[in-house]
C-alpha cells in the first residue's frame, strides 16, 4: 500500500450509485445510525430519475405486485415489495408536502416534477448524515473482513458495500457495467443481459410498407407467449413503439413473433358478416375502425385489390379478420441500450438474500434496483423495486 493509500476514510456502509436505489438505501441505513457514503462517478444527481415520465416521474404504481416484475427468480421480490409499498413512498412525499396525481392504470406522477423527488431524497439524507462524493471515479474494490474501495477521493473503508450502480440502459446520462464487474469479481452469477421496455425494429426491405405510417398509433394487444399487454402502439420508421411494444419487449424472445390483435374492441368477423352487402370499398369501410393509412395499406397490400366489401367471397373476409386479430411481425431487434428504460436480466438473485439483498456467500455486499436480475413493467413498477430493495438493503446493512 503505498504512502497515497494509506490515508483511509472509515465508514459503516459504502453506498455506489446515487440514483433511484441508492439514496433509498443510503437514507435508510443513515437513519438508523449508520455512518454513510454514498458515491457516483456522474457530476448530475440521479439523472434517470430526472429524465423520467417525460420530466414528471412515474414514480410507482399503486397495483404494484410481484407479477409485475420479470426474473428468473420470480418470487424473490415479494419480500421486499411487501416491506415498502407505494403507500410507504408517498407518505414520504406527503411528508414534504409534494404533491402528485394518478394517471391511468395506477400509475403515480409528480406534480412538480422530477426535481421535486430528487430534492426530496437529496434531503432525506442530508438530514440523515449521509456524506456525499460526487463525482468521484470508483477504482478497484478489495475484501479482506471489511470493503476497501480505491476512488478519486481516496480510499474509504467500510464493514458493508452496497452495489447500486443500475444497468445499461441510457449510457448517455451515465450507465456503466460497473455493478456486473463487481459481481463477477465476487463470484457471483449473472442472468443473461438485454435491452428492456425498448422499440422494436424490422428489416427495411421488409418494413417499407408500414414507414409512411409513422406518428400513426392505435390502441392495440400485443402478445408474446403468456403475456399479453394491452396499450397503445405507435409506428415508427423503423418499426414499432409506443407503450405495448415497450411492455412486450422485455418478453419477447429474438427470432420469434409477436402477436397484435389490432382491433381489440371488435370481432372482426362478425363486423364483415354483419356488413358484407356494403358498396364501401374495403379501405373506407376500414377507416372506420383503423387510422386511414393503416387502413389503405391492409386493403392495398394484405389482401387481393382494393374493392367494395360486397365484391369480397366470405372466406377472403375471413382470413382478413383473422390476421386484423392476429397480426404475425417478427422484429429483427430492438433500439438497443440507447433507447432502453431498462436492463432486464443481472445479477442473479438466487444468491441472494430477498430480505436484506445480501449476497449469500459474501457477507457485507449487498445489490440493490436495476443491477440485479428484477425488471419491473412500464408504468413506475421500476422505481417501486429501486425504493423497496433500497430499503430492504438499508434496514440490513
Known amino acids: 500500500m503505498t504512502k497515497k493509500e494509506s490515508v483511509v476514510s472509515t465508514f459503516d456502509v459504502i453506498v455506489i450509485g446515487a440514483g433511484a436505489a441508492g439514496m433509498m438505501c443510503a437514507l435508510t441505513a443513515a ?11 456522474y457530476a448530475k444527481l440521479a439523472e434517470k430519475i430526472r429524465i423520467s415520465g417525460g420530466g414528471r416521474c412515474n414514480f410507482t404504481n399503486l397495483n404494484t405486485k410481484p407479477d409485475n416484475y420479470l426474473s428468473h427468480n420470480p418470487h424473490f421480490c415479494r419480500s421486499a415489495l411487501s416491506r415498502y409499498t407505494p403507500q410507504h413512498f408517498t407518505a414520504l412525499m406527503d411528508k414534504h408536502g409534494i404533491g402528485y396525481h394518478e394517471k391511468t392504470l395506477g400509475q403515480l406522477f409528480c406534480d412538480e416534477g422530477s426535481e421535486a423527488i430528487i430534492s426530496m431524497l437529496k434531503k432525506e439524507c442530508d438530514d440523515a448524515g449521509v456524506k456525499w462524493m460526487r463525482p468521484c471515479e470508483v477504482g478497484e474494490v478489495r475484501r479482506s473482513t471489511r ?7 481516496g480510499l474509504l473503508d467500510a464493514e458493508a458495500l452496497v452495489i447500486a450502480t443500475g444497468g445499461l440502459s441510457i ?17 457471483i452469477p449473472m442472468t443473461k443481459l438485454k435491452p428492456g421496455l425498448v422499440p422494436l425494429t424490422f428489416h427495411p426491405e421488409e418494413w417499407a410498407t408500414y414507414a409512411d405510417l409513422t406518428g400513426a398509433s392505435l390502441d392495440a394487444v400485443v402478445s408474446f407467449g403468456k403475456q399479453r399487454f394491452r396499450e397503445n402502439l405507435l409506428f415508427t420508421h423503423r418499426g414499432l413503439s409506443g407503450p405495448a411494444i415497450l411492455q412486450i ?9 409477436l402477436s397484435i390483435d389490432l ?20 379501405s373506407n369501410f376500414l377507416a372506420q375502425y383503423l387510422p386511414k393509412k393503416l387502413a389503405d395499406i391492409v386493403a392495398s397490400q394484405w389482401i387481393e385489390d382494393n374493392k367494395p366489401l360486397n365484391q369480397y367471397s366470405p372466406k377472403v373476409l375471413a382470413a382478413l379478420a383473422g390476421r386484423l386479430k392476429n397480426w404475425q411481425v417478427t422484429p429483427t431487434g430492438t433500439m438497443g441500450y440507447s433507447k432502453a428504460e431498462v436492463t432486464c436480466g443481472g445479477v442473479d438473485t438466487h444468491a441472494l438474500s430477498s430480505k436484506t439483498m445480501e449476497a449469500n456467500e459474501v457477507p457485507g455486499l449487498y445489490f440493490v434496483g436495476e443491477v440485479m436480475d428484477v425488471t419491473g413493467q412500464l408504468g413506475g413498477y421500476n422505481f417501486q423495486w429501486a425504493w423497496a430493495s433500497g430499503y430492504a438493503a438499508g434496514c440490513a446493512v
Open 147 to 153: 470493503f476497501t474501495v480505491m476512488t478519486s477521493r
Open 263 to 282: 382491433l381489440p374492441d371488435h370481432d372482426m368477423h362478425a363486423v364483415f358478416v354483419e356488413h358484407a352487402k356494403s358498396k364501401l370499398l374495403l
Open 171 to 187: 449510457p448517455k446520462i451515465g450507465a456503466t457495467p460497473f455493478g456486473y464487474k463487481v459481481a463477477e469479481q465476487f463470484g
Open 31 to 41: 437513519q438508523r445510525g449508520r455512518k454513510v457514503v454514498i458515491l457516483d462517478h
Open 249 to 257: 419487449s422485455s418478453y419477447w424472445e429474438a427470432g420469434q413473433p
